[in-house]
């Protein structure tokens, strides 16, 4: 990849999407040394009231050993780290994360849930790059309107907060009229998929579901084995549990005793801080997009890259031969 100097060093063009609590310094310096974009949402690194920011604990870790990492291996060093900012009235940590993540000079930023002009411009200052998600063309519009760099477009079957574009659509209309960084984001697992979605004019694929079955991943065992265990036929897009449509595990909507394929819609405000004890996205409700038949067992992130790396590269080469 060498479109924009923030990617030079992948070794296949793919960014994992962050996981909230799933995505951790583990799996990112394991996704980043396998030469992939790791990632992980700020609000994951939470600490005690009065206790220093775990935030920068995190960056910390993260920066120092992955300069250790390239020190020793000069010829094949890691790809960089993505924070992900959420970027939303609820959030009351924005500004402080913001700040901090300029100070660590995080490369890549990933802002969710809306678009501001005064989060952009900390992350150019810092010389980061910022990747805004978007559902529909008209919000890929105003992000670039207000400073972001490049976009992901989360299309349908996409995991957690999902589009419910055709990323077919998504891409064309986009790419009709923007030229910079584009990933696309929605049932990716396979490399073959990789490739369709730069064949579809995008420049990265955006994977998230498939690396919570990893070894490295702040999942349950359970979750892993559900991931595992289910396909596209498990999972159902609903408002019900955020207010937002998302896409979630029927297993696991079940096991809190509700029916899956009869949930009403419950248009109810985001509260990214709740305390009551119903049931709640990532803890007790697991989000997962369309795509993760391909996921056969639990594999450390370094393998999963390795499968996706030999499928993206024979792929290449079907396509080559049909010249």
């Known amino acids: ?30 996704q980043c040394k396998a030469g992939v974009v790791g990632s992980f949402p700020a609000l994951n ?9 775990m935030l920068e604990t995190w960056l910390r870790q993260i920066t120092e050993e992955l300069d250790a990492y390239n020190q020793e291996n000069p010829d094949a060093p890691a790809a960089p780290f993505a ?9 009351d940590r924005i500004d402080r994360d913001v700040e901090i993540c300029a100070k660590w000079k995080v490369p890549l930023w990933i802002t969710s849930l809306g678009a501001r002009a005064d989060v952009n411009e900390a992350a150019h200052s810092a010389g980061g790059l910022v ?32 589009g419910s574009v055709s990323p077919l659509a998504l891409i064309q209309e986009i790419r009709s009229w923007f030229d910079g960084p584009l990933l696309l984001s929605g049932s990716i697992a396979t490399g073959d998929a990789i490739l369709a979605a730069q064949a579809m004019g995008a420049d990265l694929a955006y994977i998230g579901s498939a690396f919570i079955a990893t070894k490295e991943a702040n999942a349950e065992e ?19 549990f955020s207010g937002v449509n998302g896409n979630y595990l029927k297993p696991s909507i079940a096991l809190q005793g509700l029916d ?22 990532w803890r007790d409700i697991w989000g997962s997009g369309q795509g993760i038949d391909p996921v056969k067992s639990v594999v450390s992130a370094g393998d999963l890259v390795a499968r996706l ?9 079907r396509i080559a031969a049909l010249k």
């Open 222 to 240: 359970a979750f892993k084995q559900m991931i595992v265990d289910c396909s596209a036929d498990d999972v159902v897009l609903t408002d019900y």
């Open 1 to 30: 990849m060498s479109f924009h100097p923030a990617f030079e060093n992948l070794r296949l063009p793919v960014v994992c999407s962050p996981m909230f609590i799933i995505s951790t310094p583990e799996l990112v310096i394991a």
């Open 309 to 317: 790396s030999r499928e993206y590269y024979a792929a290449k080469q």
């Open 45 to 53: 690194a939470r600490e005690a009231k009065g206790e220093p920011p």
């Open 131 to 162: 990747l805004h998600d978007v559902i529909n063309n008209r919000f890929a519009h105003k992000a670039i309107e207000k400073g972001a760099d490049g976009l992901i477009a989360v299309a349908a079957g996409a995991g957690g907060h999902a």
């Open 260 to 281: 899956p394929d009869n949930l009403p819609s419950q248009k109810k405000s985001m509260n990214l801080s709740s305390t009551d004890e119903t049931p709640k996205v």
């Open 83 to 91: 924070v992900n900012q959420i970027v939303h009235r609820s959030n």
